[in-house]
């Protein structure tokens, strides 16, 4: 099931950053070979009573000028609107309401998303009477927090949590395949849209009638219903917040944490780059398939050894996903567009792909054999038996004898072993090791 998204809003100050620090904490995951995405704290994995969920912090936008702070927080209001499953409103209990807090309120009560308003910075009885002229904001009870001690947040959390059961209702029973389409803006997302859907155009999810909702695209291929979740169709609704990298990774989270396979589209005529990287990482950090589309190949100036240079550049720049496939089209002269679909069944099957016990533990005694597991001050990595664990993406749990002398290096060619006995093309895949005892 797809991850709840809780976005953060407010104006510059309130506490958004100590607050996301606080309930985050050190869950901020970080992947050493993934560029860029997750070291400006973007968005974090979050865990409350067992229920997992996303958290993104929408501002972050510095240096604020007092002029454009109400631009800033319509912005953020609006893209908090469009891709989360509930929003934080959250307001300075010290500083008291504003223009600007009245404003984003209006915008939220208009959307129907759950929110949840949160007063922050009291930390004492004098001042708990502050939380009651924010009832004027018209969006529900303030709840009254301190970030910087911890204080309320455990009530804080409760509340945010329960909204996702009536967010969530219509999405659980969802058994079809979806599939999220990344990339910079111009890359062509919305043309290979397009091409997707055909006659199909006109149909849309109907689930919940919500805005977010309203740019999924549902189509059929063969028979088999799927859905599309097109970021760039979010864009066209929102135009205003274009050009700010920061954003395009927030809907790029959203996107992707719906997704079961994840479409990442390349304009050749640009190369691919490092924001390419970012959107990727995305991807690959949070388990999901993925399938590499270079785009306008129509106009790429080819000659013998293009693609074979362009693959170089793309496993170069996206090294840390070199299990994903790379398909050269044209969304506007349709040239290998029928490959798309094709990609990404082949994918979607290898995301859910289980391996027996049997066979995994004959690979993995294979490889043992073929590379002797390292040794760390006279004491040697032992594996016992490995077995797949879960689906989507499949993950292998390792039976060993000490966790700390399995090393990344070693865990990589695990990895590669894994894949060169049963494929898993176009997925991550994870290992976990346990200590047997
Ligand atoms: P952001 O701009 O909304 O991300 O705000 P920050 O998290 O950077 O916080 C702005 C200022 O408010 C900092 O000086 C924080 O130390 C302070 N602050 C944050 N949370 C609290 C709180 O719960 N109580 C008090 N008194 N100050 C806080
Ligand atoms: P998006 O921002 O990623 O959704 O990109 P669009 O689908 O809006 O396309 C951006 C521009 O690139 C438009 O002018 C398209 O006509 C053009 N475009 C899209 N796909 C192709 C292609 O395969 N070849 C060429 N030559 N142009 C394309």
Known sequence: ?????????????????????????????????????TRDRIYAD???????????DTGGIEPYSSDIILLQMRRQAQLAIDTADVIVLLVDGREGMTASDLEVANMIR????PVVLAVNKIENKDIE???????????????????????????FLDRIVESFDSSLVSQEEDTRLKIAVLGKPNAGKSSIVNRLLGEDRVIVSEVAGTTRD????????????????????????????????RYSIVRAVAAVDRA???????????????????????????????????????????????????????????????YAPIIFISALTGQRVNKIMETVLLVSNEYSKRVTTGTLNEVIGEAVLMNQPPSDKGRRLKIYYATQGAVKPPTFIIFVNDK??????????????????????????????REKK
């Open 260 to 322: 079961d396979v994840c479409m990442i589209v390349i304009d050749a005529n640009t190369g691919i780059s490092e924001q390419d990287a970012k959107i990727a990482g995305i991807a690959h950090n949070r388990g999901k398939a993925s399938i590499i589309v270079v785009n306008k190949w129509d106009i790429y100036e080819k000659d013998q050894g293009s693609v074979k240079k362009f693959e170089k550049d793309i496993r170069n720049t996206l090294s840390f996903m070199p």
């Open 404 to 433: 700390g002398l399995l090393h990344f290096s070693y865990e990589r060619f695990l990895e590669n072993q894994i894949r060169n006995a049963f494929g898993f093309v176009g997925t991550p895949i994870r290992l976990i090791a």
């Open 214 to 245: 309203a740019i999924d695209s549902t189509f059929k291929y063969f028979g088999e219903e799927y859905v599309l979740i097109d970021t760039a169709g979010l864009r066209r609704k929102s135009k205003i917040y274009d050009d700010i990298e």
């Open 46 to 56: 979050c865990e409350w009573v067992g229920k997992q969920f996303t958290l993104i």
């Open 1 to 37: 099931m797809a991850k709840p998204v809780v976005a953060v809003v407010g104006r510059p100050n309130v506490g958004k950053s100590t607050l996301f620090n606080k309930i985050a904490g050190s869950r901020i995951s970080i992947v050493e070979d993934t560029p860029g995405v």
């Open 129 to 155: 009477k502050n939380i009651y002229e924010f009832y004027n904001l018209g969006i529900g009870d303030p709840m009254a927090i301190s970030a910087e001690q911890g204080l309320g947040l455990g009530d």
């Open 110 to 113: 208009k959307s129907n998303r």
